[in-house]
């Protein structure tokens, strides 16, 4: 399933009902796999449907026929896309599947939680629910630069920014500048700092200096997207924008696009094509769980505690 081009959306679609899936999990400890698939994606399901989407079928089907296959196939292609979870990050997954049950056996509070709960929750741009996108950037900043060598320097970039951090895009530039003698503040004629915002830029880290020399580094730009139109954000972080604002870097920086939803393989083809290196909710969590030294992020611990109980347990 997760890489057949063809299906690529349906494919992905199937990741939201398996998210539904394991909150249910999550709260009731078990969950019944067909039952915890919503009725409006059952009912999109069967008026969507068509028998080729169940393979080859040569005989006319009833009404009633294909309403059964339709749903008998969304369920399926559900714990299709359980069971790659639970492939991809083996033991690091914090469900079991057996049968048509998914058993939750987490410890309540891990990354992969987190993010479920991001994308569960019921808005990431009203109330206290605003923070679940603030704390992503932050933690996914560290730990996709965990990816890549365990002494990065990382810098939270996005609006807005850490009461401890630099206060508005030319700070946050200008240290920048101070610590790599490099992105130099240096708007285009005409460009007014007031509204830069962060020009979809949302972490920066590159690796320590071993050779004493301040010049030509590699630098890592982050770009995160939470919402369920993270799919429509891959350009949202461009390099020929960017630069209307610094100099430019003499090597040209590596892209990166966060987002905590799963995406399925021919998707994450697609999405890499345009974004540059993506770190879906698989990759965050090996990146954290195997890579990222957590004191970077202890400070965090409790608030995101806190908002994985609320929106999973809501």
Same mark, same amino acid.
């Given at each position: 399933?997760?890489?057949?081009?063809? !299906?690529?959306?349906?494919?992905?679609?199937?990741?939201?009902?398996?998210?539904?899936?394991?909150?249910?999990?999550?709260?009731?400890?078990?969950?019944?796999?067909?039952?915890?698939?919503?009725?409006?994606?059952?009912?999109?399901?069967?008026?969507?449907?068509?028998?080729? &989407?169940?393979?080859?079928?040569? &005989?006319?089907?009833?009404?009633?026929?294909?309403?059964?296959?339709?749903?008998?196939?969304?369920?399926?292609?559900t714990? #299709? #896309?359980?069971?790659?979870?639970?492939?991809?990050?083996?033991?690091?997954?914090?469900?079991?599947?057996?049968?048509?049950?998914?058993?939750?056996?987490?410890?309540?509070?891990?990354?992969?939680?987190?993010?479920?709960?991001?994308?569960?929750?019921?808005?990431?741009?009203?109330?206290?629910?605003?923070r679940?996108?603030?704390?992503? #950037?932050?933690?996914?900043?560290?730990?996709?630069?965990? !990816?890549?060598?365990?002494?990065?320097?990382?810098?939270?970039?996005?609006?807005p920014?850490?009461?401890?951090?630099?206060?508005?895009?030319?700070?946050?530039?200008?240290?920048?500048?101070?610590?790599?003698?490099?992105?130099?503040?240096?708007?285009?004629?005409?460009?007014?700092p007031?509204?830069?915002?962060?020009?979809?830029?949302?972490?920066?880290?590159?690796?320590?200096l071993?050779?004493?020399?301040?010049?030509?580094?590699?630098?890592?730009?982050?770009?995160?997207?939470?919402?369920?139109?993270?799919?429509?954000?891959?350009?949202?972080?461009?390099?020929?924008?960017?630069?209307?604002?610094? &100099?430019?870097?003499?090597?040209?920086?590596?892209?990166?696009?966060?987002t905590?939803?799963?995406?399925?393989?021919?998707?994450?083809?697609?999405?890499?094509? #345009?974004?540059?290196?993506?770190?879906?909710?698989?990759?965050?969590?090996?990146?954290?769980?195997?890579?990222?030294?957590?004191?970077?992020?202890?400070?965090?611990?409790?608030?995101?505690?806190?908002?994985?109980?609320?929106?999973?347990?809501?």
């Open positions: 399933m997760a890489n057949n081009y063809r !299906y690529r959306g349906r494919d992905q679609r199937t990741t939201v009902d398996a998210d539904q899936v394991e909150k249910e999990a999550y709260r009731n400890g078990t969950s019944s796999i067909d039952q915890a698939v919503s009725d409006d994606r059952l009912a999109g399901a069967v008026e969507s449907f068509t028998p080729d &989407d169940a393979g080859d079928i040569n &005989d006319p089907l009833e009404s009633w026929q294909v309403d059964d296959l339709a749903v008998d196939t969304l369920i399926g292609a714990h #299709e #896309e359980l069971l790659r979870r639970r492939q991809l990050l083996e033991d690091m997954y914090p469900f079991e599947i057996e049968g048509n049950t998914l058993r939750y056996i987490g410890d309540g509070f891990g990354i992969y939680e987190f993010l479920l709960c991001i994308c569960t929750a019921p808005t990431i741009t009203k109330g206290g629910y605003v679940l996108p603030r704390l992503f #950037e932050r933690i996914v900043g560290h730990a996709s630069a965990s !990816y890549f060598g365990p002494d990065n320097h990382c810098l939270h970039f996005g609006s920014r850490t009461p401890e951090g630099p206060a508005g895009f030319a700070d946050a530039a200008a240290f920048l500048a101070e610590q790599t003698n490099e992105f130099v503040w240096k708007p285009n004629d005409g460009l007014d007031a509204n830069a915002g962060d020009q979809g830029v949302d972490f920066i880290f590159w690796p320590p071993l050779d004493n020399r301040s010049i030509a580094q590699q630098f890592f730009l982050g770009q995160c997207a939470c919402g369920n139109d993270w799919d429509t954000k891959f350009d949202d972080l461009n390099l020929k924008k960017l630069f209307k604002w610094f &100099d430019a870097a003499v090597v040209d920086p590596v892209r990166l696009f966060a905590p939803f799963h995406i399925v393989d021919a998707v994450l083809i697609e999405s890499s094509r #345009e974004a540059g290196f993506v770190f879906d909710r698989a990759r965050i969590v090996g990146a954290f769980e195997k890579l990222l030294d957590q004191s970077r992020i202890a400070n965090y611990d409790e608030e995101v505690r806190n908002l994985t109980l609320e929106v999973l347990m809501e």
